[in-house]
């Protein structure tokens, strides 16, 4: 069983950045961030494959960075230039086996409870 506690979410302005993190208990192979803004479906962001290779969504690169502290067992997401479009409930999601579709909500059994990040324009 592994439980994840995130924190970092907020309220910002278009062009701003946040941080959030993930402390996980317990072992896990791969991690990832996900979000849904209202009356959309669960997005994949980014993701860390068990190889240490990172997964963007399009819609986040060059503005997103994912990183883990593997002996923190804490994964981060730096988010910059922030748009009004990136407002949602932003999930962090574990897996303590070796799958590799960092991106699929399907590759994770372990879930955040959820975290706001809004941006205002």
């Known amino acids: 069983q592994v439980q994840l506690v995130e924190s970092g979410g907020g309220s910002v302005q278009t062009g701003g950045s946040l941080r959030l993190s993930c402390v996980a208990s317990?072992?896990?192979?791969?991690m990832g961030w996900f979000r849904q803004a209202p009356g959309k479906e669960r997005e994949g962001v980014a993701g860390i494959r068990p190889d240490g290779a990172k997964e963007y969504a399009e819609s986040v690169k060059g503005r997103f960075t994912i990183s883990k502290d593997n002996a923190m067992n804490t994964l981060s997401l730096q988010m910059n230039s922030l748009k009004p479009e990136d407002t949602a409930v932003y999930y962090c999601?574990?897996?303590?086996?070796?799958?590799?579709?960092?991106?699929?909500?399907?590759?994770?059994?372990?879930w955040g409870q959820g975290i706001q990040v809004t941006v205002s324009s």
């Open positions: 999601a574990a897996d303590s086996r070796p799958w590799y579709g960092a991106l699929l909500s399907d590759t994770y059994t372990y």
């Open positions: 317990g072992n896990t192979a791969i």
